[in-house]
């Protein structure tokens, strides 16, 4: 099984921007679709970006589409999410996630801890 850690996350104020990574490790992420959810306190966790193996993504189209963007580079087996334009409300707790690809939580089997970010007005 594919073990994953998030990192970049952290504090920055509404229109900044932020990039978080995911390191695999265990096994190459060469075979996995990725991708990212994220949960709000008080909120249900709710799918962020996804890409593929070939490079095709999909975007959370009512909240994230246009701002944020997801890319892979599988030889550094890592997946990254590069948010601009960020909004008080993007605030929420990021985790990366292995698997199938699709905006199912329920499509991924490997969950990083997530990394925290943090909006300020």
């Known amino acids: 099984q594919v073990q994953l850690v998030e990192s970049g996350g952290g504090l920055v104020q509404a229109g900044g921007s932020l990039r978080l990574s995911c390191a695999a490790s265990?096994?190459?992420?060469?075979?996995?679709?990725m991708g990212w959810f994220r949960q709000a306190p008080g909120k249900e966790r709710e799918f962020v970006a996804a890409?593929?193996?070939?490079?095709?993504?999909?975007y959370n189209p009512n909240s994230v589409k246009g701002r944020f963007t997801i890319s892979r580079d599988n030889a550094k087996n890592t997946v990254y999410l590069q948010m601009n334009s960020l909004k008080l409300e993007d605030a929420a707790v990021y985790y990366c996630?292995?698997?199938?690809?699709?905006?199912?939580?329920?499509?991924?089997?490997?969950w990083g801890q997530g990394t925290q970010v943090t909006v300020s007005s």
């Open positions: 996630a292995a698997g199938l690809f699709g905006t199912s939580e329920g499509n991924y089997y490997s």
């Open positions: 265990g096994r190459t992420i060469n075979n996995y679709a």
């Open positions: 890409i593929t193996w070939g490079d095709s993504s999909i």
